[in-house]
Every structure is written in structure tokens, then in C-alpha cells.
């Protein structure tokens, strides 16, 4: 579950923060990408060179860059940190840094990020017996689980003052452990498997030449990162674009054309529980392709072109277990074309795209849509980024089961 997740590790000043180093390397063994933050105090307990070697990244503790070696500071941004990370993981959290969580004090990194973070935050206390137990701690932990926050309750055992009782950090063991469950249940297409189709495809006159379209394969992509975020296997299948992707759950197959777009679709298609038709794929290509490059001194008066396979018409035609959803750009008559291209491709649903605002669409970062049902009922969204849109079609279709 901790494949491919973005892990921000925050470390405040207690002993146990000697324990760290492991925590990331089991993360790390997971396929987790981590990066370290620090308060100050905590640099006493464990070295930043440490952490940094462990995690691969650099360690910040400071608001300005420690090593940057320019004449003027840079910025530790925490805002981009926070908004990086897909889950917050503080540990050791010590009474301190918990009560400053809980009152919005804001007096180091570690705390900025987590007044900035957007992502689940998890907290792994860790103090003495006493400070622990101590009505105040035990109400700013609580404050903390009001506001969503996940607390790895401190363990029984010796403690560093000599002392015995609750007080010990969870086990890094058992914190990745409770990560993972954590995720595993908050991951609703956990074991299913999303095809999707993304990107233009490049239809050729000759060696050189193609007919394509300006689509840039963000909302295909977006879509394919979310379906791996909510836990499932992807497989991407999409034309030629500049948009890639690192994460291990998303099997990239790269297709020029319409026909091999269709063959490796349906090299899948199977097999899959949700496949989803964002590729702009073209309607036409050249009837015959010529084999060497046509000379400007030969001419070319007109190109003959044929209509390429429609790839999700016979997705629906083959349609046994797989919820299915395709992709509309109207220009008239939007909804009602929509959801007859719904029903005449035998979809669950479809997706249409609005031409209607200047920022959506093609190309750019955002995109409006309706999402229909196969028997009509619609939802519209605002304006949004690829990424949120993304987020609202997988709303969608778990909804729909
Ligand atoms: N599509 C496809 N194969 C094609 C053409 C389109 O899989 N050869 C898919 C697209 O990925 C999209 C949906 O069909 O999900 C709708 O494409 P669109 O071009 O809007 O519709 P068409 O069916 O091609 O009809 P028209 O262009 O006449 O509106």
C-alpha cells in the first residue's frame, strides 16, 4: 500500500527519536518516497545526515536552506513540502510539538508543515509516563483526534528516565504496519484493476508525416494516478505525449496509433473491472500510408482517408463484467449527444467534456465536465484542475459500485 506514496517524516526532540532511521528505511522498503523534517531539538537525538542518506532527500529543519552556499538564503517552503506529501507521519511526537499542534503554534518547520498539510496526518507520541498521562497532554492529543489526525498511542515498557509505564513510541514495525492498514482501508479500488486510455493518437501519411490532434494526455494521466492512489492496478495505454509517470502500479504501455491502440487494449480488456476511454483516439486516417517520404516535387493533391476501429464502441460491444465510461466533446446539443453516445456504446456512463469555458479542455491544466449516467441522471462540476476532475470521476464511480 505504501508503494509510490509520498511520505513526509516529522521528527520533534525525544530520544526516541533514534528510532527514526528505521522508520525510514522500512518506508523506503516499501516503495515509499521520504522526505524529513525536523524541529531543532530533534537534531540532538539523530543526525540529519542520517535521515538524509537513509531517505535520499534532504533533511531541512530551519526555514531557510542550510546548505544552499549562495549569498542569500533560500526558503525551506513548507507549503510545498505539506502539499508534496501524501501522508504526514510525526514521530516521535513529544508533548511539546503536540500541544503546539493542537494551538497552531507555528514556531518551526516542522509545525508549519503541518499547518499546511492537505494529506492525513498520523502522530506517534512518545514522552515520559507522567507528561503522558498529564490531563493536558491527554486533551491536546485528543484536540488533535477532533481534527482528523490518527494517534499511535504510546506503548508500555522502560522509558529513558528509568522510569516504566506508558510512554514509549510505537515500534517503527508496528507504525508502518498501522500506515499500511490505514491506507489498505481508505483504498476503495484496493485489488481491482483500471484501463486506461489516454493521450492522441498519430494516424501516418508517410514515414514522417502523421494526422493527430492537440490532446496533451493530462486528464488520462490524472485519471490513471488517482485509480493508482485509491489502490488499484493501472494499465495506461496511451498515444504519444510528453506527460509521464514514476508510479510502480500504473503499467505504462505506449501506442502510436489508433490500431495499436486498439490491439493493446484489447490485450487487457478481459481481465479489468473499470475502463475508462480518455484518449482523444482519431476518427480518420490515411487509407494507405506511403512507404518512403512523398517528395514536395511529386505533389499531393488529397489524402483518402478511411475511419479507424472505434475502440470503446467495441469496448461496449465486448462488455461483460467491466463498469465502463467514455469520454464526449460536443459542440451543440452537448447533453443529449452525450448521453446518446452513452447509449449507443453501451457505456455506464460518460464523461463530457464542456468546450464552453476558455480555460478547460485540451491542453490545459483544468477542465469542466458533467459526468452522466447511463439513464441520464447528471452531475455537473466546476471548473477544476485535471487532477481534482480526476478525483471526482473516481467519486463517481464507486458510487455506482
Ligand atoms: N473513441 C475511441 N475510438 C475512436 C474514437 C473515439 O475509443 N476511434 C472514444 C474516445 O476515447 C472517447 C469517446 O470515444 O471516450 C468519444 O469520442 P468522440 O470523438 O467524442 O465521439 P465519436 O464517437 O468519435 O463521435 P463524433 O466524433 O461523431 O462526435
Known sequence: MLSGKKVLLGVSGGIAAYKTPLIVRLLIKQGAEVRVVMTPSALDFVTPL???????????STFTAETSGEDHPRWNNHVELALWADLFLIAPATSNTISAMAHARCNNLLLACYLSAQCPVF???AMDLDMYAHPANQSNMAKLAEFGNVIFPAQDGFLASGLEGKGRMMEPQDIVERLESH?????????????????????????????????????????????????????LVSGPTAQTTETNTIKLVEVISAAEMYTAVFEHYHKVDIAIAAAAVADFKP????????????????????????????????KKHQFLLGFALETENEIENATAKCQKKNLDAIVLNSLNDKEAGFGGDKN??????????????????????????????????
Open 50 to 60: 542520517t535521515l538524509a542518506t537513509l531517505s535520499q532527500n534532504p533533511v531541512h
Open 123 to 125: 502522530v506517534a507520541p
Open 183 to 235: 491506507l489498505a482501508k481508505n483504498a476503495p479500488l484496493r485489488g481491482k484493476t483500471v484501463l486506461i486510455t489516454a493521450g492522441p493518437t498519430y494516424e501516418a501519411i508517410d514515414p514522417v508525416r502523421f494526422i493527430g490532434n492537440h490532446s496533451s494526455g493530462k486528464m488520462g494521466y490524472a485519471l490513471a494516478e488517482e485509480a493508482a492512489a485509491l489502490g488499484a492496478n493501472v494499465i
Open 287 to 318: 487509407q494507405d500510408k506511403a512507404n518512403q517520404k512523398i517528395k514536395k516535387n511529386v505533389g499531393l493533391s488529397n489524402i483518402s482517408l478511411v475511419e479507424t476501429q472505434d475502440i470503446l464502441a467495441e469496448m461496449g460491444h465486448q
Open 368 to 401: 469542466k465536465i458533467t459526468f452522466i449516467e447511463k439513464e441520464g441522471t447528471k452531475h455537473a462540476f466546476e471548473l477544476k484542475s485535471k487532477t481534482a476532475v480526476a478525483r471526482d470521476i473516481f467519486q463517481q464511480i464507486i458510487q455506482l459500485g
